[in-house]
């Protein structure tokens, strides 16, 4: 069984930056994919950035892109989501999942273990 869990959310001010990190546990994650979803209010819970351990493949949702960077630290058995220039429409439940498979994916239903969540809340 895997668990993960996910640290470093909390409430900032526009323009600045976050550091998520998720921990696994339960097993060696480096022959699988990783993935972060987000849940904003109101909303169905969507796809931010997906990464296998070794970093060949990753992609970031276009909402994110050029401000969130996925990264992973094979050692610590850890996934990081380095988010920057945060936007008030970036305030949601951030969710780390892990699949029982290396490819990447974006969809919700390919993820087989999910975290707990952690909030984030930007304010203008």
């Known amino acids: 069984q895997v668990q993960l869990a996910e640290s470093g959310g909390g409430s900032v001010q526009t323009g600045d930056s976050l550091r998520l990190s998720c921990a696994a546990s339960g097993r060696t994650v480096s022959n699988y994919a990783m993935g972060w979803f987000r849940q904003r209010p109101g909303k169905e819970r969507e796809f931010v950035a997906t990464s296998n351990w070794r970093g060949e493949n990753s992609y970031l949702a276009d909402s994110v892109k050029g401000r969130f960077i996925i990264g992973r630290d094979s050692a610590k058995n850890t996934m990081y989501l380095q988010m920057n220039s945060l936007k008030p429409e970036d305030t949601a439940v951030y969710y780390c999942?892990?699949?029982?498979?290396?490819?990447?994916?974006?969809?919700?239903?390919?993820?087989?273990?999910w975290g707990q969540g952690t909030q984030i809340t930007v304010s203008s």
């Open positions: 999942a892990s699949r029982s498979r290396g490819f990447v994916s974006q969809y919700e239903a390919d993820y087989d273990y």
